[in-house]
T-cell receptor, first 114, second 111 residues
Framework: EAGVAQSPRYKIIEKRQSVAFWCNPI?????LYWYQQILGQGPKLLIQ????????DSQLPKDRFSAERLKGVDSTLKIQPAKLEDSAVYLC????????????FGSGTRLTVV | KQEVTQIPAALSVPEGENLVLNCSFT??????LQWFRQDPGKGLTSLLL???SQREQTSGRLNASLDKSSGRSTLYIAASQPGDSATYLC??????????WGAGTKLIIKP
């Protein structure tokens, strides 16, 4: 089966600009996650979708970050406006459901804000 | 609040050695414990998943153990190879099915 697809692989933007990331999960995976991974740290969950509904977005900075998962398949994560501290790798993952299952991760998008 | 710690942050060993990576967690009420591998510029690859009722899991040269009472998990790598060089992360899945991550151990296997 095809893996989790993410684009772009790399993005460099200036602070206060906007940026969007795209994720296509594994076919049939109901649960989709967006993580932020700052260099030297473990991933931090930003938002979790179950089909096209939000399960958890408690750590999403909602004043600048937004995410959607239309039709319960593809998802986009947007940052507007970006800050220097948003520089990180943004990882998308999916699983068949939630809880006790194997997660499949995309290669991530490395964002640099200058 | 669950916290996951991995020590050491980095480890360098000669090829062929057996090694142990450590992961500790503060709340024993976990659903499972997972080990992942992360290569530079790539996403995370799931290595082993240990359910809360299990004590260990094995895959090839990898063996992961779980001791909930002491809040510890170890990843044992036998006969290490240069291709094992990567960052290894552990994550505890809590009762809300959320993964709580350690910061990882960066492993370098010297030829």
């Amino acid at each position: 089966e095809a893996g989790v697809a993410q684009s772009p692989r790399y993005k460099i933007i200036e602070k206060r600009q906007s940026v969007a990331f795209w994720c296509n999960p594994i076919s049939g995976h109901a649960t989709l996650y967006w993580y932020q991974q700052i260099l030297g740290q473990g991933p931090k969950l930003l938002i979790q979708f179950q089909n096209n509904g939000v399960v958890d977005d408690s750590q999403l900075p909602k004043d600048r970050f937004s995410a959607e998962r239309l039709k319960g398949v593809d998802s986009t994560l947007k940052i507007q406006p970006a800050k220097l501290e948003d520089s990180a790798v943004y990882l998308c993952a999916s699983s068949r459901s939630s809880g006790g299952l194997v997660y499949s991760f995309g290669s991530g998008t490395r964002l640099t804000v200058v | 609040k669950q916290e996951v710690t991995q020590i050491p942050a980095a480890l360098s060993v000669p090829e062929g050695e057996n090694l142990v990576l450590n992961c500790s967690f503060t709340d024993s009420a976990i659903y499972n414990l997972q080990w992942f591998r992360q290569d530079p510029g790539k996403g995370l690859t799931s290595l082993l998943l240990i359910q809360s009722s299990q004590r260990e899991q094995t895959s090839g040269r990898l063996n992961a153990s779980l001791d909930k009472s002491s809040g510890r998990s170890t990843l044992y790598i036998a006969a290490s190879q240069p291709g094992d060089s990567a960052t290894y992360l552990c994550a505890a899945e809590d009762s809300n099915y959320q993964l709580i991550w350690g910061a990882g151990t960066k492993l370098i296997i010297k030829p």
